[in-house]
């Protein structure tokens, strides 16, 4: 089984330029959430998904981030303009949504440098 | 107040060594799950252990137990005979209320462990 893939692994941009990171979650996971790690501090929640469903997003830090999940599949994480505070690392997980595990498994992240 | 305490920036730990990273939770809710997840130089995130709140045993998989003392909200992740496989970056992570609830995990700062042949 395929784990949660993620593209690109690193991104390069600068100050004001657009960014779209995408996260495919293991297959058959209805739960996909998104968090981020800026250097030296904690892994932040971002925002959570059900299907396609935003189930929280209170994470998010500002309407510069724009995530979507069409059709309850892949999800991806638009950041526009971005901002040099946004480096970081940008993590995804998927969970079944079931009452046996909600164990979360995480993608390789992508390494968002902006310049 | 921090809801994931890790108290150790970094760990050095001699090859075969048995090792306990602490964490410490904060939390006013009965129903909350603890996990530990590892972060080798890759980056890449693997979860480890998983304790829950009403769990009676302390969890194991493997090579890594969980010390869960509820009375002092520490979850303390051991790693037994310690190999160089294990350097890497260890994150504590929450979930606070039930499944279905409010499902986002709250990290840690994390600690890093090296094992040293």
């Known amino acids: 089984e395929a784990g949660v893939t993620q593209f690109p692994s690193h991104s390069v941009i600068e100050k004001g330029q657009t960014v779209t990171l995408r996260c495919d979650p293991i297959?058959?996971?209805?739960?996909l959430y998104w968090y981020r790690r800026v250097m030296g501090k904690e892994i932040k929640f971002l925002l959570h998904f059900v299907k396609e469903s935003k189930q929280d997003e209170s994470g998010m830090p500002n309407n510069r981030f724009l995530a979507e999940r069409t059709g309850g599949t892949y999800s991806t994480l638009k950041v526009q303009p971005a901002e040099l505070e946004d480096s970081g690392v940008y993590f995804c997980?998927?969970?079944?949504?079931?009452?046996?595990?909600?164990?979360?498994?995480f993608g390789p992240g992508t390494r968002l440098t902006v310049l | 107040a921090q809801k994931i305490t890790q108290t150790q920036p970094g760990m050095f730990v001699q090859e075969k060594e048995a090792v306990t990273l602490d964490c410490t939770y904060d939390t006013s809710d009965p129903s909350y799950g603890l996990f530990w997840y590892k972060q080798p130089s890759s980056g890449e995130m693997i979860f480890l252990i998983y304790q829950g709140s009403y769990d009676q045993q302390n969890a194991t998989e493997g090579r890594y137990s969980l010390n869960f003392q509820k009375a002092r909200k520490s979850a303390n992740l051991v790693i037994s005979a310690s190999q160089l496989g294990d350097s890497a970056m260890y994150f504590c992570a929450m979930r606070e209320g039930g499944r279905y609830g409010n499902e986002k995990l709250t990290f840690g700062t994390g600690t890093r462990l090296t094992i040293i042949p």
């Open positions: 297959s058959g996971h209805d739960n």
């Open positions: 997980a998927s969970s079944p949504r079931d009452m046996e595990t909600d164990t979360q498994y």
